[in-house]
């Protein structure tokens, strides 16, 4: 709760009172802790506390005397009691803060980060979308946090969901971004920056040219969010970790949803704009552009568990030299790189289209990017296996080339998502 530090202690002193027979007095958080030790004395107790960090003092130097105070109280009475005590946080920053070197809960508390769910356990959230594709489709909006399952896993369209959960000023996630983003000092630099980064992974360089600003003062901004959990930055397969070809990518797909297609209109939405209008010219049109970029991880991980690789990544870089001298193609991407004992066995392409994939995919893997990938510093098997996966599946000219090869795999995507 984000209510005053003494208003919970009074609602804890309120909830401690059935078990403990008497209503304790709660004058600050180290009674809290010796009320809940001295009270599982006799008997196992689990206690869990949501956003710890709310009720400490916002000042640095009263939270670190608060925290202290706490500490002593938990080595007096820890040995005697046998209480299970959960500590919980939104802000990844403050909690990773307790757990600091010379922070005074230092070596008291064992980490434990809960990550998004995956696709498939996202299902159990969606029982009344039973087709994979649409289930993909939701889960690609939402991502795997519990909460955005739980709002927009509901049977319905997803533009009706969407359009009544996120995009009406009065829906539970419209002001979503603002909300995980309350924490931070200069708000409006990381919401540019998140914009930026929601339609796709980014250099540092392309970031810093849209802002205006250096590659030196963005790196400083992108270093918070990336200890917010919500950006990362990622390194082509097999690229050295100092190398400057890295990409920051957004992690959370509803927040590359919400920065890409509400926070740019929200202004507009609270005018008047019609939330069905905003999905039907804006959202729609791009939203197989969106939902491609959550089914390349899908097909990195199902390649992963699938193809006997122990390691799976995108891979980008230059294109072959005489293509580049005459401009016909400066760069080549492949979505899928996977390595197998130090060297690539496994290379393919994710495609989230209606339209079905065609024998030209196959002729531009081989034809350009696995010749541009075999001067990359990576070691390629001389037959490396191509994984096609093709939301639109694919055109009898690409099956009948699948026929003849045993190193070439069309993925049925339905049975990849269902398994």
Known sequence: MRTAPGAQLDDFADRLEPLLGV?????????LFRVLFRAARDQKILAVIDEFPYLLPTAEAEADRE?????????EERDSSRLKLVLCGSLVAQMESLLAERGPLHGRLRPHQLAPVNFAKAR??????PDPLKAFERFAVTG??????????????LADVVCERVLDPNGALFDEGRTILEELREPKTYF????????????????????????????????????????????????????????WHLRDPFLRFWFRFV???????ESGLSPRTLWDTEIAPALSDHVGNEFEEFARSWVRSTQGTTRVDAWWGNALDELRRTK?????????????????TVVGEARWRTSAMSVDHLEEIETYKLPALR???LTVAARPRIVLLSRGGYTDGLRKAADGRDDLVLVDVPDALST
Do not use: C
């Open 263 to 269: 926070f740019p209109f929200q202004s507009d939405l």
């Open 124 to 129: 159990l959230f969606m029982p009344g979308i």
């Open 328 to 344: 016909q193609r400066t760069s080549e991407e492949i979505d899928i790189v996977g390595v197998a004992r130090r060297r690539v």
């Open 375 to 377: 001067r990359s510093p």
């Open 192 to 247: 540019s920056i998140l914009q930026e980064l929601a339609t796709g992974d980014k250099e540092i360089g392309e970031i810093a040219a849209v802002q205006r600003s250096e590659a030196a003062r963005v790196a400083k901004y992108l270093r918070v969010l990336e200890t917010m959990r919500l950006t990362d930055r990622r390194l082509p397969a097999g690229a050295d970790p100092r190398s400057r070809t890295s990409h």
């Open 144 to 157: 795997g946090m519990p909460r955005y399952l739980d709002v927009l896993g509901t049977p319905g369209s």
């Open 67 to 75: 925290l202290t105070a706490i500490a002593s109280v938990w080595e």
């Open 23 to 31: 209503r304790p007095a709660l004058n600050g958080l180290p009674d």
